[in-house]
């Protein structure tokens, strides 16, 4: 599939079920652009998008996005909604009842260990990461097939950072979800994905596992690209 | 109160002295034969009255067959039927006529040898203002200018009470006069003969329709004949000089002259402000709810397609660069006079802020909050319902706070065109420049808006959701 204004592709990506894909690549490659395809907030210029073997264009929008979870870069939470408002609103509106948004945000917030308390905040009271956490609750709330983050670790500070990420891989490796997770950071993709999928300028340079990336790049981009995020640690050596 | 005011004679006055004073008269003898009477009192000038009368706005209004004669309905023929071919009865004259004429100060019209309106001819450096009415008239100051050959070039248009201070003030040396103004003799002015004979003859009459109940014209017609002109300039004089109100003026002249007593309708001063308060608010309110109604989903509408929204807020805007004063009179033809004309001037006038502050509110959502409500699977309905228009309510409720308060402030010239509310003191307080009247209205005014001010800022609290105002 390809977008124009997004410049994005001609690409082929799949996700096989179960996998946490990385899509890495720096600022620019056509990351966001990739995952608001996947959405079908826009729609792609040439080829398809299918869900489970279905193009999306056949599916009500609304219901298939229903069934992908999103965490937007910063969070993206509704400020004028607490935290619990945010993170319920959507069952709120498929008439849920009561008992079970109770018992489904229980076994959440257990999950994304965030304390009770901050449920009843609102963003602009919360934390860089636990408005972080609470735009993870909110997109698993209605217990998606597919998890999408974008840049879910962007915005936080180091130590911040290092918490989020060992409690995030728990939780995929407990909701065994599949993932595509959206970074530029080849430690994080390294941490995180079975699989990594290189973007530049649009197109997949090169797809595989660290492991592949790292010991055979498929060409001079891919090497520099590993190279210049690696270095700087090994020189501390 | 639309539908009680149908089932009672209305009677309408002109916006100056004597004519408020005459249409007092007629609705306190309507109310001494058992008839509901109201004063609608300073409507505007003689077409606004005329139109209102054939449009059956109004039952009845004193007025002056020069008028009729040249103004209303030129032509050929007896003015008795020239107007019952309208539908309108004409009584017979009061009894005094009050005719136009052009005065001038006595101390300035003897230096300059100034005795007729021909001797104007010779001064053509003379500051001349007249009233707005005279100005534009088929009687009034181009025929005169013709008639006499005057070649006079500072020549203004005032309000008539407004002019005739400027006159015993100095500002300007001659004005139109009405030969039965308390003016002439309080500020000693001489009345310009009229040699040949360019004024006609302005004999006072009433005017009603066909339809008045035969009770009430019978009522009506014991006026004619019954005032003289000595005692319609002494009527005048007590309510520009002594600021006597018109209706006491009109019931002790009915009282005296025919025996007729008991039906002035005097308010207090405590009456009139609510009476006012309540007309002032009935304008606010539903024009500023029926904006609302119809401003949000513009600005929505706006925000949604930016291009056609710049064609819509520039329409909206558009609207706003009208003189408030030019739109009300715009909405006489189609709405008549009253308070449905001023409630959809301001309708007009409250839907900019309105539009503009809703579509400015949603589109100022930041991108990724529309993403997340977009990916996370609302329908669109939903996502203005939960988040846009929560999101929007501080800009929105801004908005309707500005257009309340330029609300408050524009109702106040609903009263030129019979519309009440606090405009009403304030008009009649500058045609008489009384301080107090005049204040009576700005006040209230004044205050209203800030009490608006204020209600909006706890609605703020209501409305606009919590976590927004951290």
Partial sequence: ?237 | MILALLAVVQIGSKAFTESVIVAEMAAQLARSAGIEAVHRRELGGSRILWDALLRGEIDAYPEYTGTIAQELLPGQGDLRDRVAGKGVVMSRSLGFSDSYAIGMQRAAAERLGIRTLEDLARHPRLRLGFSNEFMDRKDGWPALRAAYRLPQRDVRGLEHDLALRALAGGAIDATDLYTTDAEIAAYDLVVLEDVRRFFPDYEAVLLWRKDLPAGAAAALRRLEGRVSAREMIEMNARVKFRHDPEAVVAADFLAGALGVRGAAQIEGRARRIAARTVEHLELVAISLAAALIVAVPLGIAASRKPRAGQVLLGAVGLVQTIPSLALLVFMIPLLGIGARPAIAALFLYSLLPIVRNTAAGLSGIPPEIRDSAEALGLPRLARLRLIELPLASPAILAGVQTAAVIDVGTATLGALIGAGGYGQPILTGIRLADLGLILEGAVPAALLALVAQALFELLGRAVVPRGLRL
């Fill in chain 1, 1 to 237: 599939m390809a977008h124009r204004f997004g410049r994005l592709g001609p690409l082929d990506l799949r996700v096989a079920e179960g996998e946490t894909l990385a899509v890495l690549g720096p600022s620019g490659a056509g990351k966001t652009t990739l995952l608001r395809l996947l959405l079908g907030l826009l729609a792609p210029d040439q080829g398809t998008v299918r869900f489970r073997g279905e193009d999306v264009r056949a599916v009500d929008p609304a219901a298939l996005r229903r069934r992908i979870g999103y965490v937007v870069q910063g969070g993206g939470l509704f400020p004028h909604l607490t935290a619990e408002g945010n993170v319920t609103l959507v069952a709120r509106f498929l008439k849920w009842p009561q008992e079970r948004i109770a018992r489904r945000l229980d076994e959440l917030l257990h999950l994304a260990r965030l304390p009770e308390a901050a449920l009843q905040q609102y963003p602009a009271q919360l934390s860089g990461g636990q408005a972080q956490r609470v735009g993870l609750l909110r997109a698993l709330m209605l217990d998606p097939e597919v998890l999408l983050l974008d840049e879910p670790l962007g915005a936080l500070d180091p130590v911040t950072r290092f918490d989020l990420q060992a409690d995030l891989r728990t939780a995929f490796e407990q909701l065994r979800k599949t993932v595509v997770l959206v970074t530029h950071d080849l430690g994080e993709a390294a941490f995180f994905a079975h699989r990594i999928a290189l973007l530049h300028e649009g197109r997949i340079a090169q797809e595989g596992t660290f492991e592949e990336l790292a010991r055979a790049p498929a060409d001079p981009y891919v090497a520099r690209f590993i190279h210049a995020q690696r270095a700087p640690l090994e020189r501390l050596r």
